[in-house]
């Protein structure tokens, strides 16, 4: 545990307002991420294809930590 003592389901909870606030869009440049591509990245097309595939996922929303305090999380939507 780290000494953290916020639970699992707070750190969910903040991911899922991070999601929400974010209205689809990257938290830092605005740019409007696809949401499709979530669950679909193939490390075996990865590594076939290298960066001409990785560039394909330039728009893939991921999570970023803020904060992470012991007590509360802070999260913001970004393309990693």
Not at 26 to 41: C, N, P, R
Request: hydrophobic residues 40%; contains cysteine.
């Amino acid at each position: 545990m780290r000494g953290h003592t916020c639970t699992g389901a707070a750190y969910r909870e903040s991911i899922h307002q991070a999601v929400v606030s974010s209205e689809g869009r990257d938290a830092y440049t605005g740019e409007k991420l696809d949401w499709h591509l979530i669950s679909t990245y193939n490390n075996e097309d990865s590594e076939l294809r290298r960066h001409a595939y990785k560039a394909e996922f330039a728009l893939l929303p991921s999570v970023d930590h803020v904060a992470a305090e012991a007590t509360a999380a802070s999260f913001k939507i970004w393309s990693a």
